[in-house]
């Protein structure tokens, strides 16, 4: 008897609990399609994201969900953080590590490098970056490769959808 597709069966048939080790292994995006899942990205630098001041601080701000990147999940409302989130919430602390900032502590700093580290070795993009990079003019040479990434659009709006029903349920 095949392991894996008994497993495949029971979880097709058998709800979630979102007891212990009962939650599904990612973000349980209704099925939209494979259309609007992938979509192509083109690498390009950017003016946004500044390594520091309000712009940086605004700017960041916006990447934020409603929730912070934590989502809650089945009758419980188990809080989950969402990869994503926790991975743009480094690059943040990375960021703030220029201005030295308090919450850019060294013990968080490592943190975060090897979360991020781990997240490359993980889901590896293997998409080629055209030329040489130490030899680069990123003033005239904006734009590279083409990506093909997740919608992080259907996320967001799973993300503020999640939230509001949490929300609507507490009052």
């Avoid at 503020?160 to 009052?171: A, E, F, H, I, P």
Wanted: net charge negative; hydrophobic share 35%.
């Amino acid at each position: 008897m095949n392991y894996a597709w008994i497993c495949n069966l029971f979880t097709n048939i058998l709800p979630i609990a979102y007891l212990g080790h009962d939650f599904p292994e990612s973000l349980p995006l209704p099925d939209l399609g494979s259309a609007s899942l992938i979509i192509p990205v083109h690498d390009e630098e950017t003016v946004h994201y500044p390594l520091l001041g309000n712009a940086s601080d605004d700017e960041w701000s916006s990447l934020n969900s409603d929730g912070f990147g934590y989502v809650r999940l089945g009758e419980d409302h188990r809080v989950f953080m969402v990869t994503m989130y926790h991975e743009l919430h480094c690059l943040r602390v990375l960021n703030l590590a220029f201005s030295k900032s308090p919450i850019a502590s060294p013990d968080h700093i490592q943190h975060c490098l090897n979360y991020l580290r781990q997240g490359a070795l993980c889901s590896p993009d293997l998409s080629l970056d055209p030329g040489n990079f130490e030899e680069k003019d990123f003033r005239v040479e904006r734009t590279g490769a083409v990506h093909m990434c997740k919608n992080w659009e259907t996320v967001y709006e799973f993300m503020g959808r999640n939230m509001g029903d949490w929300l609507k349920g507490k009052k």
